[in-house]
């Protein structure tokens, strides 16, 4: 027998040593492993054997157990996905020879599309790998569970090692997505605890939510999980026809002389304007999720209405940053991006389109427009004129990386998380280029900096309300139309630039209720 350590020291092909190491493995006794690996193989036959392990997790493992069930399903329905319509049709590779492999070990039926990469593998890999990003304790426990499996696919003689170890590979690239696209929720590891009343069954909370945020409720409208969670609450719908900022101020004087606290529910921008209002009464704040995203909400470890409900009856808050964006008009806080450049409009058109096709098909035709009609804007960064495609500040550093990062640790850190896509020549291919391939944060388009005060200045934004008043002036047509005009978005709310503005933070500044 040829060692495939012997294989790679006389120069033989990759091949060549794939196949000395299987012939190795079928050769070799393994003690204990032949009444179990092949039924360990049979039992993960079309992820049976992790649809069963999300089964007993969600059963069992509480609200962790149930976002890591679901988690580990989803990383692994996108991995097979991948192995199946890519990965194998891809590379059409020949199963291979039994005739080293001992007849016990073999399955009763023999796989016969392509051997690779095993399927097997990815999706053991991306189960245990998205279940490890919300629960740590069952990935360890599963664990080796996964790596039988994989071996079991080199043991009974379906696969080849490299077979296995690339479709391990496309299993966890499969959860990292997954990650990407839905961070875990994590409870903020700092921030300075804050003195709040406890309000047993929500008496002095008075809450308003915002009915036109987010999707259409599938089951109960979150007004009535609201109330059932905290009957001693006062819950209050803000309809499209409502003044939104008016019950919000009631809501505050009416804690404030309760000696409760202020509650909210709706997106990320309904938030932020409630948050004003809790600064200007001195209010805590109770976070409800409500919207599409609820970035704020997870990243207080707040993922459903009775997770806040909870909280609130506790007293469990903490004080948190406050960014605010000042301009001629006075300040407005955000709680978690500001943004100028393309990131705007991909807003705009995604809420466009989201309420008719859903949110995730709104999200990528919203980007494949932008991609294709945007332009860079000039502005100038602490005196600094540029030419960007993106100028992005987050409300305390980001964990993960990338053009829109989603999810932060540290709510009270003092900083800004700006990064920049520079605009300039095939600025948009080199920026799509350097995102499939990986490479962002090396690319030389790409800057990234933590400041706690940053000053824009729009030229482009200027000249547009110069041309404004001369067009009121002589009657033609007027002002910066919504089609004219460099925009910006707060928590998602997207609005014209003005011509100048600061960035800078209120540490610690708001009180709020968290999970």
């Known amino acids: 027998m040829t060692l495939p350590w012997r294989a790679a020291q006389n120069g033989q092909s990759w091949r060549q040593w794939d196949r000395a190491l299987f012939t190795e493995v079928a050769g070799r006794h393994w003690p204990g492993a032949e009444p179990v690996l092949p039924r360990l193989s049979r ?122 170890l690339v479709g391990c590979a496309l299993g966890v690239g499969a ?36 009915t036109a945020s987010g999707p259409p409720p599938l089951l109960t409208p979150a007004a009535d999980r609201i109330r059932a969670a905290l009957p001693g609450a006062t819950v209050m719908e803000c309809t499209e026809d409502d003044d939104l900022v008016k019950l919000l101020e009631a809501a505050a004087l009416n804690a404030e002389s309760d000696g409760g606290a202020l509650g909210v529910c709706g997106g990320d921008g309904t938030v932020a304007g409630a948050a004003q209002i809790a600064l200007d009464h001195d209010l805590p704040l109770a976070v409800f999720p409500g ?13 459903t209405v009775e997770a806040t409900a909870a909280a609130v009856q506790a007293g469990d808050a903490a004080r948190v940053d406050v960014a605010r964006r000042t301009d001629r008009g006075g300040n407005a806080p955000f709680l978690n991006t ?82 920049i896509v520079d605009g300039g020549r095939f600025a948009r291919t ?25 000053r824009i200045r729009v030229p482009d934004a200027e000249a547009d309300g110069a041309r404004g008043a001369d067009d009121s002036r002589t009657g033609g047509g007027g002002g910066t139309a919504a089609g004219r005009g460099v925009r910006l978005a707060c928590d998602g709310e997207v609005a014209l630039a003005p011509p100048e503005l600061v960035l800078d933070k209120v540490p610690g500044g708001l009180r709020v209720y968290r999970g």
């Open 43 to 164: 039992a993960a036959n079309h992820g049976r054997l992790w649809i069963a392990a999300a089964g007993t997790m969600a059963a069992v493992g509480g609200r962790e157990g149930r976002r890591a069930a679901a988690r580990g399903l989803g990383s692994l329905a996108l991995a097979s996905l991948t192995v199946n319509t890519v990965g194998k049709g891809a590379v059409r590779r020949s199963r291979p020879l039994l005739d080293a492999v001992p007849m016990i070990r073999r399955l009763q039926r023999q796989p016969v599309s392509s051997s690779f990469p095993s399927g097997h593998s990815a999706s053991a890999a991306a189960f245990v790998a998205g279940v490890s990003a919300e629960s740590p304790a069952w990935a360890t426990l599963l664990a080796p569970v996964a790596a039988s499996v994989a071996f079991s696919r080199v043991y009974t003689g379906v696969h080849y090692p490299s077979d296995v």
């Open 175 to 210: 959860a990292l997505v997954v990650r990407g696209m839905r961070p875990p929720v994590r409870r903020p590891e700092s921030g300075r605890p804050a003195h709040v009343p406890a309000l047993p069954e929500g008496r002095g909370l008075h809450v308003v939510v915002n």
């Open 291 to 303: 919207g599409t995203r609820n970035h704020f909400a997870l990243d207080l470890g707040l993922e």
């Open 338 to 419: 500001f943004s100028i450049g393309s990131y705007p409009d991909l807003v705009r058109v995604r809420e466009r389109w989201s309420r008719r096709v859903g949110s995730w098909p709104a999200s990528v035709l919203a980007a494949v427009h932008v991609l294709r009609t945007c332009e860079p804007v000039r502005v100038e960064i602490n005196g600094r004129p540029r030419s960007v495609w993106l100028l992005f500040a987050g409300n305390c550093r980001y964990s993960s990386w990338g053009l829109a990062p989603v999810r932060r640790r540290d709510l009270t850190d003092g900083l800004l998380d700006v990064r």
């Open 430 to 454: 080199r920026l799509v280029g350097a995102a499939l391939t990986g490479v962002l944060t090396s690319s030389p388009i790409y800057t990234e900096a933590t400041v706690r005060r940053l």
